[in-house]
Structures are given as structure tokens and as C-alpha cells.
RNA sequence: GCGAGAAUGGCGGAACUGGCAGACGCGCUGGAUUUAGGAUCCAGUGGGCAACCGUGGGGGUUCGACUCCCCCUUCUCGCACCA
């Protein structure tokens, strides 16, 4: 297909070019006017067709997008726009995830009301996102703060609180003083408040809670049933719910009747037992050593202990510390007398908060029986050789044969899990017991741009839902944000002073609201009836649409918006709401946008700024480059050169077809020819087998990148054709494989393939295309390359008939020159032919 | 420390179940066009004069390894005293 190049108008002076030229700007505002006042995305449930539900996660109206939105909405597009071609009723609905606690902190500095601050942000994101051109059904919007929204997840509170799924318990919170305030894990930077630099204290408060440990087994079970989710996604959620499986034992402490309840995965080192550990917090710490010497220590100790934050406790590198507490408990298994101390390295929210220690099998055990001097009794002794333990340098972790340990003496400690724990079962000593890492969510936040907690609290009765007549609880849009840190709303008196729904006595209402996770659990649901005022969402809605067909987002929800969205899917199903178990069925995570080796952030200087990226190439330029620069599920570099490299391709595409209409426009170019001549069919070939290459580069992997540089090479393929013969069927060719790539790439740019599908002469939309077709027939190739290897060394390319046999390829290249050459004088020992594909000859040395 | 992923030209990245390493793009070089520049089009572009050598390093399996196995290094992410 060499030739001369087929573009030399031989009369175009400028004004002609200048017609001719890519003009994003004008073409992009024409085709989403059309597509906006043709309602083109607007969906509603059809039985009669399959639907597809494509979603991204919704944006935190923070005030513009950024390049990891584009990123993110443009893979959703393209999947969206695909299914369409492809014939499905795509549902591909935007929204806001608009309560969070940016808004205030603007409105602080800003004096100006979250509210107003959040709704300019969406007015302002939402234009950037239509300029983008994204299929979004825009009349499903939804926004988090709205009363109609947030309603129903308050009735749904109430709900969960009905069936004991919602419930209030003291717990310990980051709390600054100074702004009267509960600080989350992230604002307290090395033990100081963010806002005021004060020393951030420990407090014990009334907090509500989500009991999400009730399906810690079933969201563990479901992880190996969602096979469209990315592994690490699915690993890192079952490390977080982190089953494990042991055994309860008492203690009972010496000279007194209580008891110390420990859990243990590892009942099989029971007898090497020589202390316990209790959690400074736990409730006997302070009671066993009242009254004795040591009381003043250990008070010293777990008041040091409180005031330390959670994190610098838990550090790896923090050195393990304790005191003993001057009171023993008994080994129920051996009788042994062992002490009881209080360590920093033992934590009152696992387990039990209390530990048998093992310094023998247990490394953390180890280092502190090392320190404070408490003997190491070894009761594993490996398959060979002895252990001593005064010559220990670490803990033996290893399998191995009980030692030391009574009846269960000289059995692998493997096969004494379940003994042990069978028999502390039949001997009353405790239970065998599942614990999980996963804590309940703990939903209260003492804010004021949230979701109302839809509660009254009342002396008499206690906590009581608002009834569902009540509901919404509107968070009053007329306070005072100025002070910082503190919410308004306990001081409202409209708000707060209420009476209580029960007794009818006075109350007062809960004043705080709940974490923004909670709206962004159900959000996917909402969007199947967005408008839907008597209810969450309309149940033939939802049974047409869910689940989710496709979720795509970033990988830092991989743990809490994804299993809070999983969470409620089951609740809502327990609930009688939906069948659904799960509610995203594939989930794609994508990379972040990486500038200069680093995340891309204001605070770095790196970012790039979409609108100005738009404003300079235009919107499919943007979302080519993000596609093609690297696959979705990884790390993107950017480049600026490469953003134009992007649009140097659109702009070939749309010359070649500009420059080229008159010719591809006739009817001769329409009509099919009886006969093509071999450049035409070579290009009919091309065509076809591109139109493979695409469409198993989304079907496979959404490998954008790969599916993209087919086309480049299509289009590469095009620009050398020789358009001047009196060949007609190469323009038919050329015609075809035009038409063909303007459909193919009309998911990833559509504006310009709207255009270009226009000028050539269609009068609808490229969106009513069917995605094409390749014919088999024609991707294959009736000659192959076979490769020539000799000793493993390529040294020659054969050209011959597909099938060939053996025998042929092998006497065409024992003819060759090139090979006789590397053989000659040497005996051939060996041969392996693959077909259509290689020969390789194996000869002495 | 544990878990997951990654390492390929100057750069971003390709390579299906082991079978022509470097598709495509960026950059660079040369040429055409142009008064010039830009834009555009064409050609070339891993290293080496060559034999050859090249997919982080070292072993192995194989006729044949970016791909499979073992060991090691570096980087990224997640978890991190969870008993």
C-alpha cells in the first residue's frame, strides 16, 4: 500500500485550510447542545431490552474537578457509550456527594454558609463535567444534602435501630478541649489538634454506631463470590474484617473470686503460659492492685497510657511496657501462679481486652518477658533438635510437638488446637469463640454539615426514633457557623428543644449527624428513582437496574466506602427493601494521575487544570490523552507533550476525512464494488481486523491504551494510500474503514466522531450505530511469517501459504541461503515445527 | 515484619495460553513543503563498526523464556503489637 502521499490539493489556500481545520471549541458546544436538547442519555426501565448500569463514584463538590475525576468519568464514559453501541439500556447517572466537613471550614474562612458554598461547587463542577460531554441521564441527579435525599436514610436509621442495628455505647474519641470538638484519627497530627495546635485529649463519649460486625461473616463469605473484583481490592477487605478463630478461657485470679477472660488463637501453648496482660483500660487493671504497694505505679502507668493517641501506641517501633499489677491468676491448665501485669502493647477494643502471654511461641510476649525478667517456659519443641530457653534470641513460631504440656504432651501442636479447645469446652474453663478485627462503624459526628441523627433523646424514655410522620429532621439551613469548630446545632432552640415522641414530655434532639460515608452507601439505589419522595427507591426501578454492572473509582475506598455500600446493600436486603446480596457486580479501580513522580496536589504545585487543558485542545483531546497514556487500573503519567500527540491524532483523523469528502461521499464510495483490487483488500483487511482488535481490548481488559494505538495504526495505514489511481474500490475502502473508525472511536471522543459521522452523511446521531462487526473471513491471513530459529537464534523469515505442512517449511528453509549458512558442516539433531508460526532447527555445536 | 503489585529504549507504554522483544504515542534525527518559522507529510530511531549483546541481578527448566520455577535487589501501595 506504499505510494505517494494522497493528500496534495493542488488549488487550497488558506481560507480553504483554515475551513477545513479541527475546531474543537465549535464542534464540541454544537454536538452537546444536540445531545442535551434531544434528552440522548435519558433512560427509563425497558423489559423488552438488557440493561446495563455503568456508575463512577460521585465527586465531593470541593469546588472544581480535577485531572483524577476526568480520569475516572472518562473510563466510565467510554464503557457507557459502548454498551449503548452495543445495544443495551445503559443507565450512567452523576451526582454529589455533598455533606462533608470541607464546607464548613470554607465557610469559616469564607463567611459564607456551607450550604451556599457547596451549591455554587455544583453549579460550577456540573458545567465542567457537561463540558466534558460525558452520557450522564442529567435528570437523575441527586445531591447528599438534600432533605429529600437524606429523609429516607433516616427512615432507614430508625429502621436499623428497630431491628437492634443502630445502637449508642461510650467510646474513646480524639477530643480537643479548646474547640470542643471529637477530632477524627486523621486531624490529630502527632498528638496535637490540626486546628488550634492544643494537645488532644482522650474522651469517653456517647457515640451511635452501625452494627456492621452482625455480617462480618457474610461480607468476609461474599469477597470470594464477587470474581469482577480486583484481588487486592478483595484481600484488603478480608484483612480488615480480619476473622480469627480461638478460644475464651478464665483465669481465675489467686486469692479472690474473679476471673480473668482471655482469647487466644493459640490454646495450644496454653501450658507455657507464665503471665497474663490485661489492656490498661480493662476494668480489673485498677480493681486488682487497689490497695497493694504497686497501685500507685500502675495508676501512673495507665494514666500516661490514656493520654497517648492510639497510633503512637500501636507503632511497631514503640517499645513494649508494662507494670505488674501485684495480683496472680491461675494457669486452669497446669495450676501455675503466674502474674498479672498491664501492658501498652494489649488493646481493650480486641478480644477481651486481656491476654494469656507465652513468651516461649509469642514474639511480642518474648520481648517483654525479656525486659522485665519473667521466666520463658517452652512447651514446642520443633521435629528436631531441643529448644532451651535460656538461649532463645526471638520466639519459636514454628510448628511442632507439645512439650511440657500434661496429657496433650507429644502431639503436633496442630492437631492440639481443637483438642484443647474441646477440652476447655467439656471442662467449663470457657468457649471457643470467632473475633474480628472489624469494629462497628461508629456514625456520630459532632458536626453540622450532615445528615441530622433522627433521634430524641429524652430523660424519661430515653433514645427514641422520630417517627416516620416527623421525618425529615432538616438540618436548619439559619445557623450561625462562625464559631469554630462547634456546632450550631445544640444551641438552636427550634432544633434541639423537642418533645419526646413517646412520653410527650420535654427532650432534647440528638445534635449530631452522621458520617458522610452514610450517604454514599446507598447513593447507586437512589439513582434507579432518584425522584421517588415516598420511598428510598422504587422497587421495579431498582429490580430492573441493580446491581451496579460496572463501578469505577479509586483505590483509596478499596476498604470504606466499598464495604459500607456492601454493608447496606445486605441490611436493605434483611430489611425487605431488595433481593440484592451484593451491590456492584464488577469493579474496575483505577490508577491515580501521577505529575513529576508524585501524586498530583495543590500543595505540590503539580497539578494540572482540566478547563485550561480543555480550553486549549478541547474536551476529546483531554479525555483521548487520559485513555491512551496508560491502562485504567494503573498509575498515569502525565505528559503535556503527550496531550498534544492526542490531538495531533484526532486531527488526522478529521483531515482525512475533511480533505478527502468529496471522494468518499460519491456514491461510488457507498455502493459495496463487485471486485476490489488487492489495496483495496488489503485495507478492507486492516479495517476489519482493528475493528477485532478494539473490540476484544474493552471486552477483555478496558486495555483503552491498546484499543486507541489500533486505530492510530489504521489511520497511519490510510494516510498512505494512493487515492489518484483509477482504483474505485480503494476509495470504497477507504470509505468503509473511515466509517468504521469514527464509530469505534465514538466512545472515547464523540463529539468529533458526531461531527465527522454528520459530514459523512448520516442523519443520526453515531450513538444509534450498532458497535461493527468484524467478518472472521476477513481477518485472516492466507500467508504467514514463519520464523527460521537455528540453536534458539532467529536467522531467517519464510513467507508462505497458511498450513502449511511441515515437510513444505521445512525444505523452503533448509533451502535458504541465510540458513545453509548457520548449518552448514553441522548435523542437524533436532526439529520442531510450530505452525503458521516457527521452525526451530536444533544442530550440533 | 506481613500481604499485594511492579521493574522492558531517552520517556509513557506494547507483546493472547512460552514462539519475530520494543506495537502505538512522546522525544530525537534526516528529508519534502515553506522567504523563514510554525503546522503538515514522508523516512529513520534499543546498544554495538561487526560477530553479537540486550526485558532489575543470579541460577534453573526448555529446541525456544519479558512470560514458567528457585534465590536476591529496588520501588509503589495496603495492613501493621489484632493475641
Known amino acids: 500500500m506504499a505510494g505517494c502521499p494522497l493528500l496534495i490539493p493542488y488549488v487550497i489556500g488558506d481560507e480553504m485550510t483554515e475551513l477545513l481545520k479541527y475546531n474543537p471549541a465549535a464542534i464540541e458546544a454544537k454536538w452537546q447542545k444536540k445531545w442535551e436538547e434531544s434528552k440522548l442519555f435519558n433512560v427509563t426501565e425497558d423489559d423488552s431490552r438488557k440493561k446495563y448500569y455503568v456508575l463512577e463514584m460521585f465527586p465531593y463538590p470541593s469546588g472544581r474537578i480535577h485531572m483524577g475525576h476526568v480520569r475516572n468519568y472518562s473510563i466510565g464514559d467510554v464503557i457507557a457509550r459502548y454498551k449503548v453501541l452495543q445495544g443495551f439500556n445503559v443507565l450512567h447517572p452523576m451526582g454529589w456527594d455533598a455533606f462533608g466537613m470541607p464546607a464548613e471550614n470554607a465557610a469559616i474562612a469564607h463567611k459564607t454558609h456551607p450550604a451556599k458554598w457547596t451549591r455554587n461547587n455544583i453549579d460550577y463542577m456540573r458545567g465542567e463535567l457537561k463540558r466534558l460531554g460525558f452520557s450522564y441521564d442529567w435528570t437523575r441527579e441527586l445531591a447528599t444534602c438534600d432533605a429529600d435525599y437524606y429523609k429516607h436514610e433516616q427512615q432507614l436509621f430508625t429502621k436499623m435501630f428497630k431491628r437492634g442495628l443502630v445502637y449508642k455505647k461510650q467510646s474513646f474519641v480524639n477530643w480537643c478541649e479548646p474547640c470542643q470538638t471529637v477530632l477524627a484519627n486523621e486531624q490529630v497530627e502527632d498528638g496535637l489538634c490540626w486546628r488550634c495546635s492544643n494537645e488532644v485529649a482522650k474522651k469517653e463519649l456517647e457515640q451511635w454506631f452501625f452494627k456492621i460486625t452482625d455480617y462480618a461473616d457474610e461480607l468476609l463469605e461474599f469477597c470470594d463470590k464477587l470474581p469482577g473484583w480486583p484481588e487486592r481490592v478483595l484481600t484488603m477487605q478480608k484483612n480488615w474484617i480480619g476473622r480469627s478463630i480461638g478460644v475464651e478461657v478464665d483465669f481465675p485470679v489467686a486469692d479472690s473470686d474473679l476471673s480473668i477472660k482471655i482469647f487466644t488463637t493459640r490454646q495450644d501453648t496454653i501450658f507455657g503460659a507464665t503471665f497474663v496482660s490485661l489492656a490498661p483500660e480493662h476494668p480489673l487493671t485498677m480493681k486488682l492492685c487497689a490497695g497493694k504497694e504497686e497501685e500507685a505505679s500502675v495508676r501512673e502507668f495507665v494514666e500516661r497510657m490514656s493520654k497517648e493517641d492510639k497510633a503512637t501506641r500501636t507503632e511497631d517501633a514503640n517499645e513494649k511496657e508494662g507494670v505488674f499489677t501485684g495480683a496472680y491468676c491461675v494457669n486452669p491448665f497446669n495450676n501455675n501462679k503466674i502474674p498479672i501485669y498491664t501492658a501498652n502493647f494489649v488493646l481493650m477494643d480486641y478480644g477481651t481486652g486481656a491476654i494469656m502471654a507465652v513468651p516461649a511461641h509469642d514474639q511480642r510476649d518474648f520481648e517483654f518477658a525479656k525486659k522485665y525478667d519473667i521466666p520463658i517456659n517452652v512447651v514446642i519443641q520443633p521435629p528436631e533438635g ?332 490510510l494516510y498512505l494510500v494512493n487515492l489518484n489511481s483509477d482504483d474505485s474500490s480503494i476509495r470504497w475502502a477507504l470509505r468503509t474503514a473511515l466509517d468504521n473508525i469514527i464509530v469505534l472511536m465514538s466512545p472515547f471522543i464523540p463529539h468529533v466522531c458526531e461531527e465527522l459521522h454528520e459530514k459523512l452523511g448520516h442523519d443520526t446521531s453515531v450513538t444509534k450505530r450498532q458497535w461493527p462487526k468484524y467478518d472472521p473471513a476477513f481477518v485472516v491471513d492466507d500467508e504467514v511469517t514463519i520464523v527460521v530459529q537455528i540453536n534458539g537464534k532467529v536467522r531467517d523469515k519464510l513467507i508462505i501459504a497458511k498450513d502449511s505442512s511441515e515437510d513444505v517449511v521445512r525444505n523452503i528453509a533448509l533451502a535458504s541461503e541465510k540458513v545453509q549458512k548457520h548449518i552448514d558442516g553441522k548435523e542437524i539433531k533436532k526439529m520442531v515445527y510450530i505452525t503458521n508460526r516457527l521452525l526451530s532447527i536444533v544442530v550440533t555445536k
Open 386 to 717: 531441643n529448644i532451651e530457653a535460656a538461649e532463645m534470641t526471638e520466639a519459636y513460631l514454628k510448628e511442632g510437638v507439645l512439650h511440657n504440656s500434661g496429657e496433650f504432651t507429644g502431639i503436633k501442636n496442630s492437631d492440639a488446637l481443637p483438642k484443647i479447645a474441646d477440652y476447655v469446652e467439656n471442662n467449663g474453663l470457657g468457649k471457643r469463640q470467632v473475633n474480628y478485627r472489624l469494629r462497628d462503624w461508629g456514625i456520630s459526628r459532632q458536626r453540622y454539615w450532615g445528615s441530622p441523627i433522627p433521634i430524641i433523646n429524652c430523660d424519661k424514655c430515653g433514645a427514641v426514633p422520630v417517627p416516620d410522620s416527623d421525618l425529615p429532621v432538616v438540618l436548619p439551613l439559619d445557623a450561625n457557623i462562625e464559631t469554630v469548630g462547634k456546632s450550631p446545632l445544640p444551641d438552636i432552640e427550634e432544633f434541639a428543644n423537642v418533645k419526646c415522641p413517646k412520653c410527650g414530655g420535654d427532650a432534647k434532639r440528638e445534635a449530631d449527624t452522621m458520617d458522610t460515608f452514610v450517604e454514599s452507601s446507598w447513593y447507586f439505589a437512589r439513582y434507579c428513582s432518584p425522584q421517588l419522595a415516598s420511598n428510598m427507591f422504587d422497587e421495579d426501578a431498582t429490580r430492573y437496574w441493580m446491581s451496579v454492572d460496572q463501578y469505577i473509582g479509586g483505590i483509596e475506598h478499596a476498604i470504606l466506602h466499598l464495604l459500607y455500600s456492601r454493608f447496606f446493600t445486605k441490611v436493605l436486603r434483611d430489611l425487605g427493601y431488595w433481593d440484592v446480596d451484593e451491590p456492584f457486580k464488577n469493579l474496575l479501580t483505577q490508577g491515580m494521575v501521577i505529575k513529576d513522580g508524585t501524586k498530583m496536589s495543590k500543595s505540590k504545585g503539580n497539578t494540572v487544570d482540566p478547563s485550561a487543558l480543555i480550553e486549549k485542545y478541547g474536551a476529546d483531546t483531554t479525555r483521548l490523552f487520559t485513555l491512551f497514556a496508560a491502562p485504567p487500573e494503573r498509575d498515569l503519567d502525565w505528559n503535556d507533550k503527550g496531550v498534544e500527540g492526542s490531538f495531533r491524532f484526532i486531527s488526522r483523523i478529521h483531515r482525512l476525512v475533511m480533505e478527502n469528502l468529496e471522494l468518499i461521499s460519491s456514491p461510488a464510495a457507498i455502493q459495496t464494488p463487485d471486485e476490489l483490487s488487492d489495496e483495496a483488500k488489503a485495507l478492507r483487511k486492516a479495517t476489519h481486523k482493528t475493528i477485532k482488535k478494539v473490540s476484544d481490548d474493552i471486552n477483555d481488559s478496558f486495555h483503552f491504551n491498546t484499543a486507541i494505538s489500533a486505530v492510530m495504526e489504521l489511520v497511519n495505514k
